[in-house]
């Protein structure tokens, strides 16, 4: 199996069929050209579909919890978020290593790409092992949260599990950047896929005891997403040190550790890392604060959040797409390329988000049989009321979203992580935080709470859509000058 040609080779890449039905001729040779649909959905596809794999992970987990009853619900959407927040710093940093990928593809120099990855994985693995210092404090970590003592019971059984998830999980996201940064995203969606499957068989043995495997509930889907990560981290591991990778890569050679790269990394891959711990650790706190109006509330918000994964996590790997590109044509020195590519990817995802949220608004409740369980208990039936109200919102601020996913990931593929982050924390405590600590204080109703979510995914999307029309990112490089050769 050979690797995929480079992405600004544009006489390699396969034909898709030409748009029809009379659309204009502008625009069907904007499709076929650098910077147009053709090249960006050919390498966001598998990154999309890698992404919906693991949104069926997290979906098939949260429905098989749910024939258990509401509690395990919402205890998993608890402990996942209690979980993610941290490991988004650790996992965001190590996945930075795509832009370099990219930015040195883009450049052609291959001898680097190797290198920057090694530098990626020795601080996987140092901060997988840290990670590990959690599971003891699972207990008090939970305990902040004040939440029921039975659901506290569960989110501590469940992120004790997922601690030790964490080393693979950011083991996979570095050696995916070697594939993902070249455009070779359809081996991200292998790597993925083969944990979706371990996960799947032993998270339905685990939770339920099928198979002649014991029944452990919740931590049966915990100890299932061990074992699939542990596949997925293991895979990519051997795939990235195949023979015709090693030559070409040095994805073998480049072992040693670089301090300059690696300070690099970090002086770009951090920032980007602390966006989505700040940024997570603001919707944990919403989350936290949401558990305390009530346990229905918690369990209607979790399954409003888990139904907008299907709509986020596919325009994340639109998205995504976009910064490999953005990275490649700055490495190539064409921003105007990185521009165009960054406006066809907002219009992508925002048509995507758009029929997305019309399913929401039109079909509430055939997306909530999903997680119906035995609802003949009061508090059941009040969830299955309020998740109907919660899409609304999941709606309206989903189309905003798509804006704020694309051009975050077109800042960052040029380097521009800091504003990214400056941008995230200067605005989710005063906007969505602290106004829904407000709305538990003085008991306005969850609402109110979905109303300052909204309002933040609002406001930052208008910020990172000035800044990149600014357009200080076109003279941005994470990857060190090098004389021309003559």
Known sequence: MMPGPPLNDHSSLPALPRPRFGLPAAWQRHWHAPGGGRELVLLAMPLILSNSVWTLQITLDRIMLSRLGGDNVAAAMAAVALFWTPLTLFQTTASYATTFVAQYTGAGRPDRVGPVIWQALYFSVVSGIAFLGLAPLAEDIVALGGHSANLQV?????????????????????????????????????????????NGFFAYAWIFGAWGFPALGIEGAGWAT?????????????WLLLPRYRSEFHTLTGWRFDRELFRRLMRFGLPSGLQWFLEGA?????????GRLGDAELAATSIAFTLNLVAVLPAMGMAQAVAILVGQRLGEDRPDLAAS?????????????SAVALVYVLMPGTLIVLFRGDYASEQEAHVAN??????????????????????AFALKGAGDTRFV???????AWPIMVLPTWAVWYYGWG??????????????????????????????????????VAV
Request: with cysteine; hydrophobic share 65%; net charge positive.
């Open 421 to 427: 982050t400056l941008a995230s924390i200067a605005l």
């Open 226 to 238: 061990v074992v699939g990560t542990s596949v997925s981290a293991l895979v990519g591991i051997v």
């Open 341 to 353: 590519s960054t406006w066809t990817g907002f219009a992508l995802a925002w048509t995507y988000m």
């Open 282 to 290: 603001a919707f944990t706190v919403f989350l936290l604060l949401v």
């Open 154 to 198: 569960l989110e501590a059984a469940y992120l004790r599990c997922l601690c030790f998830s964490a080393l693979p999980t950011i083991l996979t996201a570095a050696v995916s950047s070697f594939f993902a940064g070249r455009g070779q995203s359809w081996v991200v969606l292998a790597i993925n896929a083969a944990g979706l499957v371990v």
């Open 446 to 483: 969850l609402d109110w709470a979905w109303t300052c979510v909204s309002a933040y995914v609002i406001v930052l999307a208008l910020v990172l859509l000035w800044r990149f029309r600014a357009g200080q990112w076109r003279s941005m490089r994470v990857i060190e000058k090098t004389p």
């Open 386 to 407: 309020l998740v109907p109200v919660l899409l609304r919102f999941v709606a309206v601020y989903s189309l905003f979203d798509s804006m704020n996913l694309v051009f």
